[in-house]
């Protein structure tokens, strides 16, 4: 056996060992693609309940930095399924100047008011030994399924504060999970302890107001009640930008966060 086969199998069986397969569940479903956030109804959680909409764009400003490469080598799995070098996706500037996988979301100004909670699971899937999308929300209770659609061992670490943590073994291709956080949380960060580039991060809502960037760097907070609000922009590098927003009724305000570089 190749030395980096040997050495990844030997970390992959010392994590079976320690965590177990309790919570896994395998299955001979088809492959199936996780969903983007962006404008999605999946992504922003239950029906809305109102009629304003707070939309806008998330800009970049100042010159990105190079993007580091991820080396796969020691797991031939992860580095025979990319024909280009694989970067980390830490800061991502789209062609028109936005900025991907920001978590644009109500932070305030929902006090007092209950939503049910959305059943639509939302999919982390991991997919060439990287998490796909890499920034989700969802809603306190929602399920979140967890998909492995690669030819190798991952696990899956995700240590919420407000929440259970969890940390699961999916050693078969198509293996799903499915798991829940039982309070609101921004963000919850998920990792793979056998490949440590990969990462995923959660945002947990009590409510459906929240959007992730995509490859136009726009989102959009469609049906809110009339009020005020603050809407908070995350990025897992650049920090957090707020803004204050009142809308009516009917209502459509655009706003604007700009992220410099570093």
């Known amino acids: 056996m190749h030395q980096t086969q040997r050495a990844t199998w030997v970390i992959g069986i010392g994590i079976l060992v320690a965590i177990g397969c309790g919570d896994s569940q395998g299955s001979d479903a088809p492959r199936q693609l996780a969903q983007a956030t962006e404008g999605s109804p999946e992504g922003r959680g239950t029906a809305p309940q109102g009629s304003a909409t707070i939309s806008g764009t998330v800009t970049f400003s100042g010159s990105a930095p190079a993007q580091e490469r991820i080396k796969m080598d020691a797991d031939p799995q992860c580095s025979l399924q990319h024909k280009e070098p694989v970067t980390k996706q830490e800061i991502v500037v789209n062609p028109n100047g936005t900025l991907q996988h920001v978590f644009v979301y109500v932070k305030q100004g929902l006090e007092g008011r209950t939503f049910p909670t959305s059943s639509q699971p939302v999919t982390l899937e991991q997919q060439g030994c990287l998490y796909h999308p890499r920034v989700i929300g969802l809603q306190v209770n929602q399920p979140l399924q967890i998909l492995n659609s690669d030819s190798t061992l991952h696990n899956v670490n995700c240590k919420p504060v407000n929440s259970k943590p969890f940390n ?39 409510h459906p107001y929240f959007n992730v960037t995509g490859d136009n760097g726009t989102f959009t907070l469609a049906g809110l009640p009339a009020g005020q609000y603050t809407i908070e922009a995350w990025h897992e590098k650049l920090g957090t930008q707020a803004q204050t927003v009142s809308v009516g009724d009917g209502d459509t305000k655009t706003v604007t966060f700009e992220f410099k570089a570093p």
């Not at 829940?180 to 990462?199: D, I, S």
């Open 168 to 206: 699961l073994a999916q050693p078969v291709k198509g293996m799903k999970t499915t798991k829940t956080f039982t309070a609101p949380e921004v963000m919850v960060k998920c990792v793979c302890n056998v490949h440590p580039w990969m990462a995923a991060y959660i945002g947990v809502l009590s």
